[in-house]
Nanobody, 124 residues
């Protein structure tokens, strides 16, 4: 199983970026796919998750209203708008363990496969 994330880059505050993450080697239609982010010296934090294609995403409060997650089969997208320097981080996509309950969607321990990370830098 491989998760390949792409789309990161440097953007000015107020700008937008779209991240993509394609999973290969297995079909994950019945598993949650999520985005996390991490800055040096801090723990990896939850950004958002979508439980299946066409499902309703759930977001961290810090990104709600600015970020949108969508999914098409084994590919998950993160559309980021109105970016601020606080969004600067390494962004990771992840595939959840089978049959996750809602309350477990927000912790890294619930995710089995991880992408390599794609860097997002927002300049002020």
């Amino acid at each position: 199983v491989q998760l390949q994330a792409s789309g990161g880059g440097l953007v000015q505050a107020g700008g937008s970026l779209r991240l993509s993450c394609a999973a290969s080697g297995h079909t994950f239609s019945d598993r949650a796919m999520a985005w996390f982010r991490q800055v040096p010296g801090k723990e990896r934090e939850f950004v958002g998750v979508i439980r299946k294609s066409g499902g309703i995403p759930t977001y961290a409060d810090s990104v709600k209203g600015r970020f949108t997650i969508s999914r098409r089969q084994n590919t998950v997208y993160l559309q980021m708008s109105d970016l601020t320097p606080e969004d600067t981080a390494l962004y990771y996509c992840a595939v959840g363990l089978p049959r996750l309950i809602f309350s477990s969607l927000f912790t890294t321990r619930s995710y089995e496969y991880w992408g390599q990370g794609t860097e997002v830098t927002v300049s002020s």
